[in-house]
């Protein structure tokens, strides 16, 4: 890499913090960027402090949105007595894409991992439970991933929202044990989504 001028081997360096992306790729991409068009180049830097600069969470559902509160959850011809929990961004973007849900989510940040010291306060739990004692929320679809993490998640969730006058439903076995549920194809995710059981 010392081979390249200063400039590059910096964005070089950058490309690699970036997650599955190693020296090798990184530098790939750096050339890339350098043989495109300025007008490419520059759109492509914009974007990224774009993004940085109007991507906020959901203040109802802590999913991603550029105005507060999101389309979803403003969206009245949804279920709004319905939620389903999902740990990441992503993993609702899946459900969306899919089809399988009309109701509103509620994104956590995570999953419950003791082994990486995170806990329920490091989770968006507590505005989950006000969510479900303000609106009116009759089922709460439990749509963490079917890992130890996820799991655990879920069955400390229906714990937690036993004492709550909710219906509380886990997505189905159609998802493979140890999945994740953004790299399920729409298919198993709608099924999964569709055979949900009380918990
Ligand atoms: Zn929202």
Redesign the pocket.
Known sequence: MEFYPQSLVSLIKHLSKLPGIGEKTAARLALHILRSSDEDAKALSRNILEVKEKIRF??????L?ET???????NMSRDHTMLCVVEQPNDLVALEKSGAFKG??HVLHGALSPMSGIGPDALRIRELIERIKTDEIKEVALATNTNVEGEATASYLAQVLKGYPVRITRIATGVPVGGDLKYLDEITLRRAMERRESI
């Open positions: 959901c203040s109802k559902c802590f999913g949105c507060d509160p999101c389309k979803i959850c403003l509103l989510y």
